[in-house]
C-alpha cells in the first residue's frame, strides 16, 4: 500500500498565484486533514473531512479551500497565494472515529511564496 | 480548548544515554487519546507511541516509553539507550475521544550526540 500520498513535493508560487495540493490515500480512510507546519512550530489545522462530501474548517482556514468528492482524494486549494502561506504542508489520514491509530501521514510539500 | 505544552524546545544528549522530552496538556474531558510523533530530518511524521486516558498501564514501545500522569495532565517520552537514529523534532499530541482531530504541541528538537 502507498498510504497517503501528497504532490507536488516542492512548489514555488508567486503571489497572486494559484495551486492545488494533492492527497490521495488508498487505505480507505474515513477521516483526511491538511496540516502546516511553520519553521519552529506545531502543526496548525487547517481543514478536515470526516467522509466524502463533508469538509469543515480548522483553526486557520483562510486563504484556503478544500473539497472531498471521493473517499481517496482531499485536495487544498490555494486561490491567491500569500507569503504568510509559505509553509510545509501535511495531508493526514485515520480510519475511523477512535484515536487508537493515530494519523497516517503523507510526507508533506514544502511550499514557497515569493 | 486543549491545549499542549512541551516547555522543551530543544534538548541534547550523548548516544546511549536515557532522555525524557516533557508534555503537558490541558482539557476537561476524560476520555482521550495522547501520542508522540517523530519527525526526523526526512520532515516525514511518524507515530512513536500512543496513549489511552483510561488505561493506567503506561504505554512501551521498545526503548520508548511513556509517563502518563492524568492527574497532573502530564504524558513524558523517555528514551531508554538512545541512539543516532533518534535524532528528530518530537511532537506530542492529544486528541479528545468525542473529537475528530488531533492537536499537537509546538515541539522539542532533540539531538543524539556521537
Not at chain 1, 486561490?79 to 480510519?95: D, G, I, M, N
Not at chain 2, 492527574?71 to 517520552?77: C, E, Q, R, V
Request: glycine share 8%.
Amino acid at each position: 500500500n502507498a498510504g497517503v500520498t501528497q504532490t507536488p513535493k516542492f512548489r514555488i508560487l508567486k503571489i497572486g498565484q494559484s495551486m492545488t495540493l494533492q492527497c490521495t490515500q488508498d487505505m480507505n480512510h474515513n477521516y483526511m486533514y491538511w496540516y502546516r507546519q511553520d519553521p519552529g512550530m506545531g502543526l496548525k489545522l487547517i481543514y478536515y473531512s470526516v467522509g466524502a462530501g463533508i469538509t469543515d474548517k480548522g483553526e486557520v482556514p483562510n486563504g484556503y479551500n478544500v473539497s472531498r468528492s471521493t473517499t481517496e482524494d482531499f485536495p487544498l486549494r490555494l486561490e491567491l497565494a500569500a507569503p504568510s502561506q509559505t509553509s510545509v504542508y501535511f495531508c493526514a489520514s485515520r480510519k475511523d472515529s477512535t484515536g487508537l491509530g493515530g494519523y497516517t501521514f503523507g510526507s508533506g510539500t514544502r511550499l514557497t511564496v515569493v | 480548548a486543549q491545549t499542549v505544552t512541551q516547555s522543551q524546545p530543544e534538548m541534547s544528549v550523548q548516544e546511549a544515554e536515557t532522555v525524557t522530552l516533557s508534555c503537558t496538556y490541558d482539557t476537561s474531558e476524560n476520555n482521550y487519546y495522547l501520542f508522540w510523533y517523530k519527525q526526523p530530518p526526512s520532515r516525514q511524521m511518524i507515530l512513536v507511541i500512543r496513549q489511552e486516558a483510561y488505561k493506567q498501564q503506561n504505554a512501551t514501545e521498545n526503548r520508548f516509553s511513556v509517563n502518563f500522569q492524568k492527574a497532573a495532565k502530564s504524558f513524558s517520552l523517555k528514551i531508554s539507550d538512545s541512539q543516532l537514529g533518534d535524532t528528530a523534532m518530537y511532537f506530542c499530541a492529544f486528541m479528545n475521544s468525542r473529537d475528530d482531530k488531533i492537536i499537537f504541541g509546538k515541539g522539542t528538537r532533540l539531538h543524539i550526540l556521537p
